[in-house]
């Protein structure tokens, strides 16, 4: 029986990002071929309103394992899609380890860690880079224009893991920031080294899995609080990019790289025993 594989992002109500979700799940249908795959939110908040407002059904993480279990897979990867190990990537860890001591139990189940977990993915990411700023759109005047990428943040320690990706990116490239909306650093801690790179145009690039409601609302809304608006007020010309990056191919191969990782430890300690 093939090893099943469950894609665990925390969730969107937007019908765009459902459509991102699905398109990695048909990359990791072909580079895994026979091998079930299944999505999972892991925020039940974003199960039941997906339900209510759009009539569609997406698994809970405990429901697609116990599905994958059903149809008799012994061995199953949890690919956290998430982009740092925070709070939604500690609980996907809690449950994996959870059912390796249930009843019926998978004999082997592993989880495939997030985007970013240590300096190596954040170089890899970096590298990547021009990847997304590639094509006429984005031959930008280094002196003048700054690409500004948006992630979420969080209250977790792993939220130093944007700062050190901020810095990596700045090493590695001419006027290329990070911030974060709840966490650091704000567009408030931005705004100076901004002014003070005199650019003059700002392509705002989200660093979100899916371009949903944080990406509408927060990064490119029209209320005045939204990193679009502010900069804007602060004499900014805005360009947006609304590109998840699910929707980034060279993105999805570095989670594919993790799985295949995930993958390597399962066999490895099925050899040592």
Not at 49 to 71: F, N, Q
Request: aromatic share 6%; glycine share 10%.
């Amino acid at each position: 029986m093939p090893i099943g594989i469950v894609l665990a992002p925390y969730g969107s109500l937007f019908l765009p990002a459902l459509a991102t979700y699905d398109q990695i799940g048909k990359a990791y249908e072909r580079i895994f071929s026979g091998s079930p795959v299944r999505l999972a939110f892991t925020s039940r908040l974003m199960i039941a309103r997906l339900l209510e407002k759009e009539g569609i059904s997406v698994p809970s993480l405990p429901a697609a394992l116990a599905d994958l279990h059903g149809l008799g897979n012994e061995s199953v990867v949890v690919q956290s899609l998430q982009i740092v190990p925070g709070v939604e990537f500690h609980q996907v860890a809690a449950l994996v380890q959870g059912w390796k001591g249930t009843k019926p139990a998978f004999s082997r189940i592993e989880i495939g860690l997030p985007l970013l977990s240590d300096l190596p993915d954040c170089l890899r990411v970096s590298s990547l880079l021009p990847a997304f700023c590639s094509g006429p759109a984005y031959r930008r005047d280094l002196e003048k224009e700054a690409v500004l990428l948006v992630g979420h943040g969080t209250g977790h320690p792993a939220d130093a893991l944007y700062s050190l990706m901020s810095m990596v990116l700045k090493k590695g490239h001419k006027n290329v920031f990070l911030g974060t909306m709840e966490g650091f650093a704000s567009l408030a801690e931005l705004l100076p080294e901004l002014k003070g790179s005199g650019v003059k145009i700002v392509r705002l690039l989200p660093f979100l899995l899916v371009a949903g409601g944080h990406a509408e609302n927060d990064i490119f809304g029209q209320s005045p609080l939204s990193w679009k608006s502010t900069l804007e007020r602060e004499g900014y010309e805005v360009v947006v990019d609304r590109h998840g990056l699910g929707e980034r191919r060279e993105i999805v191969s570095l989670f594919l790289e993790h799985t295949r990782n995930a993958l390597k430890k399962m066999e490895n300690e099925s050899h040592a025993k």
